[in-house]
C-alpha cells in the first residue's frame, strides 16, 4: 500500500530568534508554575494536580505555531503549558487549581485547568477522555462551512487515541478534508498502563494512512520540531487539504495525576532516562549555542518566573472562595 509521506521537513518554518527566546521564558515559567502548584496541592491547597513536566515543548511550540485569537483550540487536563502560551497569567491558572473567586475559565467550578475563553477561542473540556477530538471535528467542520480561514487543534494523549471518539473523529475529518490538526502528546502511559498494553504498534501515527490523510512523528521533547511540524499541518489546513496527525513524543516525569503513585509501575531507571530528555534544559542549550541568552539572560529569565510565581502564589493564599450563590452566574437557564 502506498505510504502517506511524512509532513515534516519540507523547509517552511523556523521560528524567529525573538519568538524562540519568547518560547523558553513561558517553558520556564510553565515549569516554575507546575512545580509550585504540585506543592500547593502536598500543602492541601489545590486538591488535584496533573504535571504538564516533559510536555512543554509540545504545548507552546504547537500553540506559537498557530494563530491565537483566530485559530480554536481543544485541550487536555495535562495542557497547562497549552494556558500559559495562550497568554493566561500563573495567577488566573493558580486560581483555578485552589479553586478560588475570580478564576476566569470556569468559575473555580471545573477541575484544573478546564474551562472555556471565548476571546481565545477555548473551548471546555470533559474529563472524560477523548470526548474533545471529535468536538474538535465539529468545529473543524462550522470553520470549514462558515468559509473561514481558522483552523482548529485537538491535544490527547496516546491513552485517549484507544476510545473510539478518536477514530470516527480522524476518519470523518479525512473524509471532508477538515481544518483540523490531531496532536497527540504520547508520554507512553495511561495513567499505569504502557504504551505496549495499549496498542500492538509504536504509536499512533500509522494509522494516518488508514484514514488516507499525513502524519508525522516529532520529538515532542524539541521545539523547533514541534512548532514546524505544526506551522505544516496548520498550512495544510488552511489551503483546504485537510487534517494531519502530528504525534510529539514526550516523557512523563511526574505519576499520572497527584492523587497516583508512579514507584508502582515505573522503574527509577526509566524515570531517569525521561529526565535526561527535560524539553526546558533542551532548549536553553539551543539558544546558549544560538548566542540568544547573552549575559545573565538566562538568569534574569528565571528570577522573573519565580518572582511571578511567588506573586501569584501569595495572591491565591489571599484570595476567597466563591460564595456559593455564584455557581449560577455560568448556568445558561
Ligand atoms: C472514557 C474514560 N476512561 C477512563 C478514564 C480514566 N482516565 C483518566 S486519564 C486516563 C489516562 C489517559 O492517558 P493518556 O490519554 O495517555 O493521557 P496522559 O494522562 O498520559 O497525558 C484514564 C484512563 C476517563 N477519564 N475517561
Ligand atoms: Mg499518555
Not at 259 to 277: G, H, N, P
Not at 280 to 296: K, M, N, T, Y
Request: glycine share 8%; proline share 5%.
Amino acid at each position: 500500500m502506498k505510504k502517506t509521506p511524512p509532513v515534516v521537513g519540507a523547509g517552511v518554518t523556523r521560528p524567529s530568534d525573538d519568538k524562540l527566546v519568547q518560547m523558553y521564558r513561558e517553558m520556564v515559567l510553565c515549569r516554575a508554575l507546575d512545580e509550585r502548584v504540585w506543592m500547593l496541592n502536598r500543602q492541601g491547597k489545590a486538591a488535584i494536580v496533573a504535571s504538564a513536566q516533559g510536555h512543554e515543548a509540545a504545548q507552546i511550540g504547537s500553540v506559537q505555531a498557530l494563530q491565537v485569537g483566530k485559530d480554536h483550540f481543544y485541550i487536555y487536563y495535562r495542557d497547562l503549558a497549552v494556558l500559559i502560551s495562550l497568554g493566561l497569567t500563573p495567577t488566573e491558572i493558580m486560581l483555578g487549581f485552589t479553586a478560588k473567586a475570580g478564576e476566569p475559565l470556569a468559575g473555580a467550578r471545573q477541575f484544573p485547568t478546564h474551562g472555556a475563553s471565548k476571546t481565545l477561542n477555548l473551548v471546555n473540556l470533559s474529563n472524560v477522555v477523548g470526548t474533545q477530538i471529535p468536538q474538535a471535528v465539529g468545529s473543524a467542520l462550522a470553520s470549514k462551512m462558515r468559509g473561514e480561514d481558522a483552523v482548529t487543534i485537538v491535544y490527547f494523549g496516546d491513552g485517549a487515541s484507544s476510545v473510539g471518539d478518536c477514530h470516527e473523529a480522524m476518519n470523518f475529518a479525512a473524509i471532508h478534508k477538515l481544518p483540523v490538526i490531531f496532536l497527540c502528546e504520547n508520554n507512553g502511559y495511561a495513567i499505569s498502563v504502557p504504551l505496549s498494553k495499549q496498542m500492538a504498534v509504536d504509536g499512533i501515527v500509522s494509522r494516518a494512512d488508514g484514514y488516507g490523510i499525513p502524519g508525522v512523528v516529532v520529538d515532542g521533547t524539541d521545539i523547533m520540531a514541534v512548532y514546524e511540524a505544526t506551522s505544516e499541518a496548520a498550512t495544510r489546513a488552511r489551503d483546504g487539504r485537510g487534517p494531519t496527525i502530528v504525534e510529539t513524543m514526550v516523557e512523563r516525569y511526574l505519576p499520572h495525576t497527584s492523587d497516583d503513585d508512579d514507584s508502582l509501575y515505573r522503574e527509577q531507571e526509566d524515570l531517569e532516562e525521561a529526565r535526561k530528555r527535560d524539553p526546558v534544559r533542551i532548549l536553553q542549550e539551543q539558544l546558549i549555542g544560538a548566542g540568544l541568552l547573552p549575559g545573565d539572560t538566562d538568569s534574569v529569565i528565571r528570577n522573573e518566573a519565580k518572582r511571578v510565581i511567588n506573586e501569584a502564589t501569595d495572591y491565591v493564599d489571599a484570595a476567597p472562595y466563591p460564595e456559593a450563590t455564584d455557581f449560577l452566574d455560568h448556568v445558561y437557564s
